[in-house]
C-alpha cells in the first residue's frame, strides 16, 4: 500500500521541488550544502522531508529556482 504523504507529514523530494519550482536535484544540493536538513529515510532508503523544510522554503531561507536552471 502507498503511504500517505499528507497522513505521514512528510515530503517526497519531487514533490517538495514542485511546490516549490525547484528541480529534484536542487532539493538534494540543498539538503547535501546544508541548506535544509538531512531528509528522513524510509526503511528502503528514500528521503521524506519534514514539513519544517517546507515552512524554510516558504519563509525564503531557499532561493528559488527555475527548473532546469
Not at 11 to 29: K, M, Y
Not at 37 to 54: D, F, K, L
Request: aromatic share 2%; hydrophobic share 30%.
Amino acid at each position: 500500500m502507498r503511504e500517505n504523504l499528507q497522513t505521514a507529514g512528510r515530503l517526497r523530494p519531487v514533490d517538495l521541488a514542485r511546490a516549490h519550482g525547484l528541480s529534484t536535484q536542487a532539493v538534494r544540493n540543498y539538503e547535501a550544502a546544508g541548506v535544509l536538513p538531512a531528509a528522513e529515510r524510509t526503511s528502503s532508503g528514500h528521503r521524506r522531508y519534514r514539513e519544517s523544510e517546507v515552512r524554510a522554503l516558504l519563509q525564503g531561507q531557499i532561493p528559488q529556482q527555475r527548473q532546469g536552471d
